[in-house]
């Protein structure tokens, strides 16, 4: 899921420094396709949490201690 950036170490010869640069534009696309990945991914599982609460008869209180830990089971199986 996350990546590492490159770093861009550019150094000037003249005044003798080095500066780390990192292009920001593409930093800013790769955050965007990741939250968009991640939405999906939250998305997918709030719809599979919703299918398998009412295969059980728990659709109707979704955050009670009993459907909470049937869900937590699912999904560690």
Not at 23 to 49: G, L, S
Not at 54 to 74: C, D, F, Q, V
Request: overall charge negative; proline content about 1%; hydrophobic content about 35%.
């Amino acid at each position: 899921m996350a990546k590492r950036f490159k770093r861009q170490t550019k150094v000037d010869m003249k005044k003798g420094i080095i500066s780390d640069e990192y292009n920001v534009e593409e930093i800013a696309q790769r955050v965007a396709e990741e939250e968009i990945e991640i939405a999906e991914v939250i998305q997918e599982d709030k719809e599979a949490k919703e299918k398998f609460l009412i295969s059980k008869g728990l659709h109707e209180r979704p955050n009670s201690h009993m459907a909470i830990t049937a869900w937590e089971e699912y999904k560690a199986s």
